[in-house]
């Protein structure tokens, strides 16, 4: 992983929402690794969001920061659409 502690990133993808938890737990196992730095640096930057915050970034609100967010939740978004 490219100077991320992916451990603490996945423990950090786990949250007190099942919804989260369904798009970011398998996210970080099977796609963190080959974001590039940036991306990974953004989804580290997302994670730092309240729960309630991240689902409406998710889903597409509108949420102050979704456009800052939207590369990176466009991409959590296509991997769980993949997977389904």
């Not at 490219?2 to 603490?8: A, I, R, S, T, V």
């Not at 967010?69 to 466009?74: A, E, G, L």
């Amino acid at each position: 992983m490219k100077g991320l502690n992916k451990q603490k990133i996945f423990w950090h993808s786990r949250r007190g929402m099942l919804e989260l938890d369904l798009l970011l737990v398998p996210f970080t196992r099977e796609v963190f690794d080959d974001l590039t730095s940036d991306e990974q640096l953004l989804y580290q930057g997302l994670l730092q969001q309240e729960d309630q915050d991240l689902y409406a970034l998710l889903m597409r609100s509108d949420h102050p920061e979704s456009g800052k967010y939207k590369p990176i939740t466009s991409k959590i978004l296509a991997h769980n659409k993949s997977q389904l």
